[in-house]
């Protein structure tokens, strides 16, 4: 069982950076790959970023601003977000997937999700 809790979202001005944490608990966090979506209201949610054991996959409308990074002895996922923008205001949520699955499609993480925490980002 893993258990995955987001911290370090907030409000910050267009341009800004913020670096949100994804914290996992369990013994098994090194076999499973993480990843994170988004959400905003009344839409789905949107993959974006994910990691396997250094390996990682972006979406178009992400790459180049987001970094997505792991530390297995620390359990912890990252999302580094640079030059934000007032469109990436929304919910952020980190989600895990064994990685024997996640290899076959990387923007398929489905086995745990954690609460979310969230972005804005004023203009």
Do not use: H
């Amino acid at each position: 069982q893993v258990q995955l809790v987001e911290s370090g979202g907030g409000l910050v001005q267009a341009g800004a950076s913020l670096r949100l944490f994804c914290a996992a608990t369990g013994r098994t966090f090194s076999t499973y790959a993480m990843g994170w979506f988004r959400q905003t209201t009344g839409n789905e949610r949107e993959f974006f970023a994910s990691i396997g054991t250094t390996n990682t996959y972006y979406a178009d409308s992400v790459k180049g601003r987001f970094t997505i990074s792991r530390d297995s002895a620390k359990k912890t996922a990252y999302l580094q977000m640079n030059s934000l923008k007032p469109e990436d205001t929304a919910i952020y949520y980190c989600a895990a997937e064994s990685i024997t699955r996640w290899v076959v499609n990387p923007r398929v993480l489905n086995d745990y999700w954690g609460q979310g925490t969230q972005v804005t980002v004023s203009s």
